[in-house]
């Protein structure tokens, strides 16, 4: 079984910064990309960043040059600092990998961690 656990959530002002962590867990054989969602009240889950295991990034417009997306693979982790934080980042972010789990056969499986809650306010 592969688990994906988030943490660093929390309650932040505007134009502060916080720190989001991912850790895979379980039978995992490698861990192609990383990615982190974010889904606000009443919106649909976007993408927020990814990175590949070679450490290829991609971000989204709306937060290029505030977050940043970084890996551990050797901790099957995923990380996201975010930086300069308003009002439109509050969220719950979900963690998510493109894993290849231990075991026959070559197909990845898509994983979700639960999420984390990031709220932004004065």
């Known amino acids: 079984q592969v688990q994906l656990v988030e943490s660093g959530g929390g309650l932040v002002q505007p134009g502060g910064s916080l720190s989001l962590s991912c850790a895979a867990s379980?039978?995992?054989?490698?861990?192609?990309?990383m990615s982190w969602y974010r889904q606000a009240p009443e919106k649909q889950r976007e993408l927020v960043a990814s990175i590949t295991r070679a450490g290829h990034s991609d971000y989204a417009d709306f937060v290029k040059g505030r977050f940043t997306i970084s890996r551990d693979n050797a901790k099957n982790s995923v990380y996201l600092q975010m930086n300069s934080l308003g009002l439109e980042d509050t969220a719950v972010y979900f963690c998510?990998?493109?894993?290849?789990?231990?075991?026959?056969?070559?197909?990845?499986?898509?994983?979700w961690g639960r999420g984390t809650q990031v709220t932004v306010s004065s």
């Open positions: 379980g039978n995992i054989f490698s861990i192609n990309r």
């Open positions: 998510y990998g493109s894993i290849l789990p231990v075991g026959p056969g070559l197909r990845e499986y898509d994983y």
